[in-house]
């Protein structure tokens, strides 16, 4: 199984607002730099948005390490709270589940690829999580008038 190592961060100007999001692929020496936007969406939206587009980009099953500043993200994997959605119906204890169809989508490509998730402090001294963060913030600068 091929070894990958992804980044990721998700950014918004407002909360909802403009969004931004990025992700880094590192595999054998080679580096693939992702980004995109949506003009109306949340901060929690590009974090996910950032892992589903780096784990669509791989073209076999892989091994990633995956590496957040999101707690949403990192929580909802790591935590299990995902697995616990999903055998409620996609819904939480409390009742609706925010971004369901972006956790559905996750869920299916985590189906595919072993990853493991890595929550890292965001702005801080992690060279590729701060790469992320200004091409995140970059790509919602496209969104304003």
Not at 65 to 72: G, P
Not at 95 to 117: C, D, M, S
Request: hydrophobic letters at 35%; proline letters at 2%.
């Amino acid at each position: 199984m091929n070894k990958v190592t992804i980044y990721t961060d998700g950014a918004c100007s407002g909360n909802p607002g403009p969004g931004g999001w990025a992700a880094i692929l590192m595999a054998g020496g080679k580096e693939v730099v992702l980004v995109g936007g949506e003009a109306d969406s949340t901060n929690n939206r590009m974090e996910l948005t950032a892992v589903i587009k780096g784990l669509q980009r791989l073209n076999r099953p892989c091994e990633v390490d995956l590496y957040t500043d999101s707690q949403y993200v990192s929580n909802g994997i790591n935590l299990e709270w995902l697995e616990k959605w999903k055998d409620n119906g996609w819904k939480r204890q409390g009742g609706k589940l925010l971004n369901k169809e972006l956790w559905q989508e996750l869920y299916e490509l985590l189906q595919t690829h072993k990853v493991t998730f890595h929550w890292v402090k965001g702005h801080s001294d992690n060279e590729n999580n701060n790469r992320c963060d200004k091409l995140a913030v970059a790509e919602i600068k496209k969104y304003r008038n």
